[in-house]
Nanobody, 124 residues
């Protein structure tokens, strides 16, 4: 079992920044991918970004490319999502997720474990 706990959400004005964290604990696999997803009311869960175990490969959704940066601190077993130039349309509950294996996939159905989510609200 793998446990994920997000933190760092909150309220910010458009153009501002937030950094989300996701602490990982439990028995992790030898290779895995960590991802960020978000979900707004009435919408499906949407891929935001993902990063491989080594941190050598990162993929971003087009909607956040150039504004968001995902990174990880292996020593702390923590995943981060730095969000800059935030827009009102970035408002959502943000989830971190864990996927066994080597490959980054954008489908939420491909992820094995999920955090509880943290709310991000961007006002105009």
């Amino acid at each position: 079992q793998v446990q994920l706990v997000e933190s760092g959400g909150g309220w910010v004005q458009a153009g501002g920044s937030l950094r989300l964290s996701c602490a990982t604990s439990g028995r992790t696999d030898s290779n895995y991918v960590m991802g960020w997803f978000r979900q707004s009311p009435g919408k499906e869960r949407e891929f935001v970004a993902a990063i491989t175990l080594s941190g050598g490969s990162t993929v971003y959704a087009d909607s956040v490319k150039g504004r968001f940066t995902s990174s990880r601190d292996s020593a702390k077993n923590t995943l981060y999502l730095q969000m800059n130039s935030l827009k009102p349309e970035d408002t959502a509950v943000y989830y971190c997720a864990y996927r066994r294996g080597y490959f980054i996939l954008p489908s939420a159905k491909q992820y094995d474990y999920w955090g509880q989510g943290t709310q991000v609200t961007v006002s105009s």
